[in-house]
Protein backbone atom coordinates (compact mmCIF):
# COMPACT_ATOMS: atom_id res chain seq x y z
CA UNK A 1 0.00 0.00 0.00
CA UNK A 2 0.79 3.80 -0.26
CA UNK A 3 2.13 4.90 3.00
CA UNK A 4 0.76 7.91 5.11
CA UNK A 5 2.10 10.74 3.20
CA UNK A 6 1.02 9.66 -0.01
CA UNK A 7 -2.56 9.02 0.88
CA UNK A 8 -2.58 12.29 2.64
CA UNK A 9 -1.34 13.68 -0.53
CA UNK A 10 -4.02 11.81 -2.88
CA UNK A 11 -6.61 12.96 -0.46
CA UNK A 12 -6.00 16.11 -1.10
CA UNK A 13 -5.43 15.97 -4.68
CA UNK A 14 -8.81 14.66 -4.79
CA UNK A 15 -10.50 17.50 -2.46
CA UNK A 16 -9.41 20.06 -4.43
CA UNK A 17 -10.51 18.90 -7.55
CA UNK A 18 -13.93 18.88 -6.69
CA UNK A 19 -13.55 21.91 -4.91
CA UNK A 20 -13.95 20.63 -1.32
CA UNK A 21 -10.23 21.87 -0.23
CA UNK A 22 -11.67 24.51 1.77
CA UNK A 23 -12.72 22.07 4.54
CA UNK A 24 -9.14 22.11 5.16
CA UNK A 25 -9.19 25.39 6.80
CA UNK A 26 -10.33 23.67 9.90
CA UNK A 27 -7.52 22.39 11.71
CA UNK A 28 -9.92 19.09 13.70
CA UNK A 29 -11.23 18.74 10.16
CA UNK A 30 -8.32 18.57 8.60
CA UNK A 31 -6.17 16.23 10.68
CA UNK A 32 -9.62 14.42 11.18
CA UNK A 33 -9.81 13.91 7.49
CA UNK A 34 -6.14 12.50 6.77
CA UNK A 35 -6.45 9.87 9.58
CA UNK A 36 -9.28 9.26 7.91
CA UNK A 37 -6.90 8.71 4.92
CA UNK A 38 -4.59 6.13 6.64
CA UNK A 39 -8.22 4.17 6.34
CA UNK A 40 -7.90 0.42 8.30
CA UNK A 41 -4.48 0.64 8.75
CA UNK A 42 -4.31 1.96 11.57
CA UNK A 43 -5.58 -1.05 13.47
CA UNK A 44 -2.12 -2.40 12.68
CA UNK A 45 -0.05 -0.27 14.89
CA UNK A 46 -2.08 -2.15 17.88
CA UNK A 47 0.64 -3.32 19.08
CA UNK A 48 3.37 -2.64 16.73
CA UNK A 49 6.51 -3.78 18.18
CA UNK A 50 7.91 -6.57 16.17
CA UNK A 51 8.26 -8.70 19.78
CA UNK A 52 4.64 -8.02 19.92
CA UNK A 53 1.98 -10.59 19.57
CA UNK A 54 -1.21 -10.26 17.04
CA UNK A 55 -4.25 -9.06 18.34
CA UNK A 56 -7.92 -9.07 17.13
CA UNK A 57 -7.40 -5.36 16.22
CA UNK A 58 -4.69 -6.98 13.70
CA UNK A 59 -7.11 -9.57 12.12
CA UNK A 60 -9.70 -6.89 12.06
CA UNK A 61 -7.35 -4.87 9.53
CA UNK A 62 -6.85 -7.53 7.29
CA UNK A 63 -10.64 -8.46 7.41
CA UNK A 64 -11.22 -4.79 6.11
CA UNK A 65 -8.68 -4.82 3.50
CA UNK A 66 -10.25 -8.14 1.81
CA UNK A 67 -13.69 -9.28 2.68
CA UNK A 68 -16.78 -6.81 2.82
CA UNK A 69 -15.09 -3.89 1.75
CA UNK A 70 -17.71 -1.72 -0.17
CA UNK A 71 -20.59 -2.97 1.91
CA UNK A 72 -18.24 -1.93 5.01
CA UNK A 73 -17.79 1.74 3.42
CA UNK A 74 -21.51 1.40 2.56
CA UNK A 75 -22.32 1.57 6.39
CA UNK A 76 -19.48 4.11 7.13
CA UNK A 77 -21.06 6.39 5.02
CA UNK A 78 -24.59 5.57 6.12
CA UNK A 79 -23.35 6.35 9.53
CA UNK A 80 -22.01 9.49 8.47
CA UNK A 81 -25.03 10.90 6.71
CA UNK A 82 -26.81 12.30 10.54
CA UNK A 83 -24.02 13.96 10.71
CA UNK A 84 -22.93 17.37 8.95
CA UNK A 85 -20.57 17.42 6.61
CA UNK A 86 -18.29 19.44 8.87
CA UNK A 87 -17.96 16.87 11.24
CA UNK A 88 -14.75 15.44 11.73
CA UNK A 89 -16.29 12.20 11.64
CA UNK A 90 -17.34 13.07 8.49
CA UNK A 91 -13.88 13.94 7.07
CA UNK A 92 -12.77 10.46 8.86
CA UNK A 93 -15.04 8.36 6.33
CA UNK A 94 -14.36 11.10 3.28
CA UNK A 95 -10.66 10.17 3.86
CA UNK A 96 -11.17 6.29 4.67
CA UNK A 97 -12.78 6.00 1.27
CA UNK A 98 -10.21 7.69 -0.32
CA UNK A 99 -7.74 5.95 1.33
CA UNK A 100 -9.46 2.43 -0.12
CA UNK A 101 -9.46 4.10 -3.88
CA UNK A 102 -5.70 4.66 -3.95
CA UNK A 103 -4.69 1.14 -2.01
CA UNK A 104 -7.31 -0.77 -5.00
CA UNK A 105 -5.29 1.04 -7.77
CA UNK A 106 -1.76 0.92 -6.20
CA UNK A 107 -1.61 -2.33 -3.85
CA UNK A 108 -1.27 -4.25 -6.76
CA UNK A 109 1.81 -2.68 -7.87
CA UNK A 110 3.25 -2.44 -4.44
CA UNK A 111 2.49 -6.48 -3.45
CA UNK A 112 4.38 -7.30 -6.72
CA UNK A 113 7.23 -4.90 -6.88
CA UNK A 114 8.09 -5.18 -2.92
CA UNK A 115 8.15 -9.03 -2.31
CA UNK A 116 7.60 -10.90 0.06
CA UNK A 117 11.05 -10.89 1.94
CA UNK A 118 11.24 -9.75 5.26
CA UNK A 119 10.75 -5.85 5.99
CA UNK A 120 10.95 -5.10 2.09
CA UNK A 121 6.98 -4.37 1.44
CA UNK A 122 8.04 -1.88 4.60
CA UNK A 123 11.03 -0.11 2.71
CA UNK A 124 9.39 -0.14 -0.49
CA UNK A 125 6.13 1.92 1.35
CA UNK A 126 8.61 4.53 2.31
CA UNK A 127 10.70 4.97 -0.44
CA UNK A 128 7.55 5.32 -2.56
CA UNK A 129 6.07 7.58 -0.02
CA UNK A 130 9.53 9.99 -0.19
CA UNK A 131 9.31 9.66 -4.12
CA UNK A 132 6.10 10.58 -4.44
CA UNK A 133 6.23 13.76 -2.40
CA UNK A 134 9.12 14.82 -3.47
CA UNK A 135 7.65 14.78 -6.75
CA UNK A 136 3.73 15.72 -6.71
CA UNK A 137 4.11 18.46 -3.61
CA UNK A 138 7.91 19.23 -3.03
CA UNK A 139 7.66 17.79 0.56
CA UNK A 140 10.74 15.75 1.95
CA UNK A 141 9.54 12.92 4.06
CA UNK A 142 12.58 12.47 5.61
CA UNK A 143 12.58 16.17 6.99
CA UNK A 144 9.00 16.41 7.42
CA UNK A 145 7.24 15.22 10.55
CA UNK A 146 3.99 12.84 9.75
CA UNK A 147 2.23 12.64 13.45
CA UNK A 148 0.70 15.97 13.25
CA UNK A 149 -0.98 15.69 10.24
CA UNK A 150 -3.24 12.90 11.59
CA UNK A 151 -2.92 13.48 15.02
CA UNK A 152 -6.49 13.64 16.47
CA UNK A 153 -5.76 13.64 20.17
CA UNK A 154 -5.35 9.70 20.34
CA UNK A 155 -8.63 8.74 19.23
CA UNK A 156 -11.15 8.39 16.08
CA UNK A 157 -12.06 12.15 15.58
CA UNK A 158 -16.04 12.73 16.58
CA UNK A 159 -16.52 10.31 19.40
CA UNK A 160 -16.51 7.72 16.01
CA UNK A 161 -15.24 5.02 17.97
CA UNK A 162 -18.44 3.01 19.07
CA UNK A 163 -19.89 3.73 15.47
CA UNK A 164 -17.05 2.50 13.52
CA UNK A 165 -17.36 -0.84 16.12
CA UNK A 166 -20.86 -1.22 15.61
CA UNK A 167 -20.66 -0.93 11.75
CA UNK A 168 -17.52 -3.54 12.13
CA UNK A 169 -19.60 -5.94 14.48
CA UNK A 170 -22.57 -6.07 11.59
CA UNK A 171 -19.42 -7.39 8.76
CA UNK A 172 -16.97 -9.02 11.19
CA UNK A 173 -19.00 -10.07 13.48
CA UNK A 174 -16.71 -13.11 15.29
CA UNK A 175 -13.70 -10.87 15.55
CA UNK A 176 -15.71 -7.48 16.59
CA UNK A 177 -16.80 -9.16 19.56
CA UNK A 178 -12.94 -9.56 20.72
CA UNK A 179 -12.66 -5.75 20.41
CA UNK A 180 -13.77 -2.42 22.49
CA UNK A 181 -14.26 0.98 21.09
CA UNK A 182 -11.72 2.13 23.67
CA UNK A 183 -9.16 -0.33 21.94
CA UNK A 184 -10.21 1.37 18.90
CA UNK A 185 -9.32 4.78 20.12
CA UNK A 186 -6.07 3.33 21.84
CA UNK A 187 -4.80 1.88 18.27
CA UNK A 188 -5.22 5.30 17.03
CA UNK A 189 -2.88 6.49 19.80
CA UNK A 190 -0.46 4.02 18.97
CA UNK A 191 0.02 4.81 15.51
CA UNK A 192 0.60 8.08 16.68
CA UNK A 193 3.29 6.87 18.75
CA UNK A 194 5.13 4.92 16.36
CA UNK A 195 5.17 7.64 13.59
CA UNK A 196 7.13 9.82 16.32
CA UNK A 197 9.61 7.24 16.93
CA UNK A 198 10.01 6.68 13.22
CA UNK A 199 10.41 9.79 12.11
CA UNK A 200 14.26 9.93 12.22
CA UNK A 201 15.62 13.00 10.02
CA UNK A 202 19.02 12.64 11.74
CA UNK A 203 19.27 8.93 11.97
CA UNK A 204 20.63 8.78 15.95
CA UNK A 205 17.15 6.50 16.71
CA UNK A 206 18.62 3.90 14.10
CA UNK A 207 21.90 3.95 15.06
CA UNK A 208 20.34 3.42 18.85
CA UNK A 209 18.67 0.63 17.85
CA UNK A 210 20.89 -0.74 15.45
CA UNK A 211 19.12 -0.08 11.83
CA UNK A 212 15.93 -2.04 13.27
CA UNK A 213 13.77 1.41 12.54
CA UNK A 214 15.12 1.80 9.05
CA UNK A 215 12.32 -0.16 6.81
CA UNK A 216 9.64 1.52 8.80
CA UNK A 217 11.73 5.12 8.55
CA UNK A 218 10.97 8.00 5.80
CA UNK A 219 14.59 7.77 4.06
CA UNK A 220 17.09 10.43 4.41
CA UNK A 221 17.36 10.48 0.77
CA UNK A 222 15.05 10.58 -2.21
CA UNK A 223 15.28 7.26 -3.82
CA UNK A 224 17.91 6.94 -6.31
CA UNK A 225 16.63 3.34 -7.95
CA UNK A 226 13.01 2.92 -9.79
CA UNK A 227 10.62 2.62 -7.08
CA UNK A 228 7.98 4.76 -8.80
CA UNK A 229 8.84 2.11 -12.03
CA UNK A 230 8.77 5.24 -14.41
CA UNK A 231 10.83 3.45 -17.19
CA UNK A 232 7.97 1.85 -17.29
CA UNK A 233 9.48 -1.79 -17.11
CA UNK A 234 7.16 -4.97 -16.83
CA UNK A 235 5.81 -6.23 -13.55
CA UNK A 236 3.98 -9.26 -13.24
CA UNK A 237 -0.07 -9.62 -11.59
CA UNK A 238 0.58 -10.53 -7.83
CA UNK A 239 -2.50 -12.55 -8.28
CA UNK A 240 -1.90 -14.31 -11.73
CA UNK A 241 2.36 -14.84 -12.56
CA UNK A 242 0.91 -15.32 -16.33
CA UNK A 243 -0.19 -11.39 -16.59
CA UNK A 244 2.26 -8.61 -16.98
CA UNK A 245 1.96 -4.83 -16.25
CA UNK A 246 4.02 -1.54 -17.73
CA UNK A 247 2.07 0.95 -15.93
CA UNK A 248 4.42 3.14 -13.58
CA UNK A 249 3.38 4.57 -9.73
CA UNK A 250 2.21 7.70 -11.30
CA UNK A 251 0.06 6.32 -14.09
CA UNK A 252 -1.90 4.06 -11.64
CA UNK A 253 -2.15 7.16 -9.78
CA UNK A 254 -3.94 8.88 -12.13
CA UNK A 255 -5.96 6.52 -12.60
CA UNK A 256 -7.20 6.36 -9.11
CA UNK A 257 -7.60 9.93 -8.76
CA UNK A 258 -10.41 9.81 -11.41
CA UNK A 259 -12.07 7.20 -9.56
CA UNK A 260 -11.20 8.77 -6.52
CA UNK A 261 -12.96 12.47 -8.08
CA UNK A 262 -16.42 10.51 -9.21
CA UNK A 263 -16.55 7.87 -6.32
CA UNK A 264 -15.71 10.71 -3.73
CA UNK A 265 -17.82 13.42 -5.36
CA UNK A 266 -21.02 11.02 -5.47
CA UNK A 267 -20.67 9.95 -1.53
CA UNK A 268 -20.70 13.79 -0.47
CA UNK A 269 -23.78 14.10 -2.79
CA UNK A 270 -25.28 11.60 -1.16
CA UNK A 271 -24.44 12.61 2.48
CA UNK A 272 -25.67 15.93 2.03
CA UNK A 273 -29.08 14.57 0.33
CA UNK A 274 -32.67 14.44 2.79
CA UNK A 275 -34.22 11.14 3.58
CA UNK A 276 -36.24 11.24 0.22
CA UNK A 277 -36.24 9.31 -3.30
CA UNK A 278 -33.16 11.11 -4.40
CA UNK A 279 -31.10 10.38 -2.06
CA UNK A 280 -32.09 6.65 -3.02
CA UNK A 281 -30.76 7.62 -5.96
CA UNK A 282 -27.78 9.11 -4.83
CA UNK A 283 -26.84 5.90 -2.80
CA UNK A 284 -27.44 3.47 -5.68
CA UNK A 285 -24.86 6.32 -7.85
CA UNK A 286 -22.40 5.85 -5.39
CA UNK A 287 -22.59 2.29 -4.25
CA UNK A 288 -22.32 1.15 -8.19
CA UNK A 289 -19.14 3.20 -8.13
CA UNK A 290 -17.59 1.83 -4.87
CA UNK A 291 -18.56 -1.60 -5.72
CA UNK A 292 -17.25 -4.40 -3.95
CA UNK A 293 -13.42 -4.27 -4.47
CA UNK A 294 -10.22 -5.62 -2.27
CA UNK A 295 -8.17 -3.14 -1.25
CA UNK A 296 -5.22 -5.04 -1.98
CA UNK A 297 -6.15 -7.09 -5.30
CA UNK A 298 -7.73 -4.45 -7.27
CA UNK A 299 -9.98 -7.18 -8.20
CA UNK A 300 -13.46 -8.40 -6.93
CA UNK A 301 -13.47 -9.16 -3.04
CA UNK A 302 -12.92 -12.96 -2.57
CA UNK A 303 -11.93 -13.16 -6.89
CA UNK A 304 -7.98 -13.21 -6.10
CA UNK A 305 -5.33 -13.26 -3.51
CA UNK A 306 -1.96 -11.83 -3.08
CA UNK A 307 0.75 -14.66 -4.32
CA UNK A 308 3.28 -13.62 -6.86
CA UNK A 309 5.77 -11.33 -6.73
CA UNK A 310 9.30 -9.85 -8.01
CA UNK A 311 10.81 -7.57 -6.16
CA UNK A 312 12.83 -4.76 -6.87
CA UNK A 313 14.10 -3.66 -3.33
CA UNK A 314 17.71 -3.11 -3.07
CA UNK A 315 19.35 -5.76 -0.66
Request: with cysteine; proline share 7%; net charge negative.
Amino acid sequence: MPNIWAHIQFGKEVLRAIHAVQYMENQKWRTAFQLGCQGPDFLFYDHYLPWQASTPLNKLGSLLHNLHCGPFLLSLFEEARVRPLTDPAVAYTIGFLLHHVLDRHLHPFVFSRSGFKKWHHQRFETAMDSAILMQRANLHTGKTPVAPEIDTEGRLPGGFASDFLRISAIHYPIVSKLITADQLDQAVAQMIQAQKLFFDPTGWKGRLVFGQLAPFSPPLRIPDWDVLNEKRLPWIDPTDRTILHRESAIELWELALEDGIATTAAGIAWLEAGPNEEAALLKDKFSGLLRNISYETGLPCEAGKITFADSVVPS
